[in-house]
């Protein structure tokens, strides 16, 4: 791929990506939808976020983890208990990630 051809790739995948999430922006007042699609839609970048989380946390080359002591696992129980006393997203990944982290340098996980 030349570099015209990989310039003109980027500023195509920029519009499109602009035009998509731009789309529910540019109306001045609010798109009229029913309240079951309107309570729905808050939801979906928590599920999305879900979808990817949790492969990954318990699944290592395509199967389930089968060991207890996985880093991983560690972090999201961590993350959990962290979401659970506190209530606060950043304090939650930063709990969970410290934990992964702490567990894959000092246990070797």
Request: a positive charge; proline letters at 6%; one cysteine or more.
């Amino acid at each position: 791929m030349s570099f015209h051809e990989s310039l003109i790739a980027i500023l195509g995948l920029a519009a499109v990506t602009l035009v998509c999430r731009g789309l529910f922006l540019w109306p001045a007042r609010d798109i009229p939808m029913p309240g079951w699609l309107r309570e729905g839609l808050r939801y979906a970048p928590l599920a999305a976020l879900m979808a990817v989380v949790v492969p990954e946390v318990l699944m290592t080359h395509g199967q389930l983890v089968a060991s207890v002591p996985d880093a991983k696992l560690l972090g999201a129980a961590v993350g959990l208990l962290s979401y659970l006393w506190r209530r606060n997203i950043l304090t939650t990944i930063a709990c969970g990630t410290g934990a992964m982290v702490a567990a894959r340098m000092l246990l070797g996980w």
